[in-house]
């Protein structure tokens, strides 16, 4: 059997794991980055180093991106544009859904063909089985190749739009974002009550269905424009309070609750003047001026 190889530029956490993760998978692998001690490092595991961006594509066929932002693409590939053509770029690397397909325009121009990735991974352990990966650009590459990229982590394919992954990706973050800035204030309030922080984990952190149960009901009130009536509003309203007076008799910064009580002062307020409920959903989607 043929040896299997491919290229990584960019090697932080996220770009490490990988390579990590394709050698151990029998695959040769070709890498760069900006700083070069972290390609010296990988290249004590086994991979091969190029002096360069231009050496590292015309190494491979197949090309991973693992970087910052999608200007990193612009400020590394830039310079060496003319050796793209024929590569596969995979970007694994986050950014907005239109910064994504700009930059598959920009690479599949200079004859390249593309796919973008997110990753949703439990930081960079990749290989976690809760870790996935949302790709999307088209259908045949993704299939030619999506047997190269397998050791990455399990594949979401989403479909042949690039930014779709990025879209994916970026919903989830922002419920990650919210979700993790909401436990360290719960952890903050037991921990400055004085109260058994460890037993409140395990308690906590043993219903994760509940969070599934509410996710499909408010996608469910999503698609008839939300949940809740003015009741339910006026409701969530004094319960935030309740949870902003517990933080801050404890010393404990209630910013994010706060957040969240005046997307219901909003919600009653539109409520208030519309004359028929206006809920939070609507809100935050845009649609309630
Ligand atoms: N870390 C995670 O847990 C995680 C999880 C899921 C997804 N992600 C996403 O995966 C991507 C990679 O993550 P990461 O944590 O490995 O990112 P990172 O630490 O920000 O580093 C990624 C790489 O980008 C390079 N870079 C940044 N700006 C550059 C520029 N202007 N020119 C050249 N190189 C540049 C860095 O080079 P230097 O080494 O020279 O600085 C580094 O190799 C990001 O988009 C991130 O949002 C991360």
Redesign the pocket.
């Known amino acids: 059997m043929s040896q299997q190889s491919l290229t990584v530029i960019?090697?932080?956490?996220?770009?490490?794991a990988m390579v990590k993760a394709l050698i151990e998978a029998g695959i040769e692998v070709t890498v760069w980055?900006?700083?070069a001690a972290?390609a010296e490092a990988m290249a004590e595991l086994g991979a091969h180093r190029a002096e360069t961006a231009a050496e590292a594509l015309d190494a491979n066929r197949v090309i991973i991106l693992?970087?910052?932002?999608y200007?990193?693409m612009y400020?590394?590939l830039g310079p060496a544009a003319d050796h793209l053509r024929g590569k596969v770029i995979a970007n694994?690397?986050?950014?907005s859904p239109e910064n994504t397909r700009e930059g598959a325009a920009w690479a599949t121009e200079h004859g390249a063909q593309y796919l973008v990735g997110?990753?949703?991974?439990q930081?960079?352990d990749i290989k976690h089985p809760d870790s996935y990966l949302y790709l999307s650009g088209p259908k045949d590459v993704f299939e030619a190749h999506r047997d190269l990229l397998r050791p990455l982590s399990r594949q979401e394919y989403l479909g042949d739009d690039y930014g779709l992954a990025q879209v994916f990706y970026q919903a989830e973050l922002a419920l990650f974002h919210a979700f993790l800035i909401g436990w360290e204030q719960a952890l903050a309030i037991v921990d400055r009550s004085g109260a058994d922080l460890d037993r409140f984990v395990a308690g906590a952190s043993g219903h994760p269905n509940s969070y599934r149960d509410f996710m499909r009901e408010f996608a469910e009130g999503a698609k008839h424009g939300g949940w809740g009536d003015l009741h339910s509003f006026k409701m969530m309203h004094a319960g935030a309070q309740h949870v902003i007076d517990a933080s801050e008799d404890l010393g404990v910064d209630a910013r994010l609750t706060r957040t969240v009580q005046d997307y219901y002062r909003r919600a009653i307020e539109a409520t208030d003047k519309a004359g028929h409920p206006v809920p939070v959903y609507r809100i935050i989607r845009g649609d309630a001026a």
Request: aromatic share 4%.
């Open positions: 960019g090697l932080g956490p996220m770009g490490q980055n900006r700083t972290k693992s970087l910052t932002h200007q990193a400020d590394i694994l690397s986050s950014d997110g990753f949703m991974s930081g960079d």
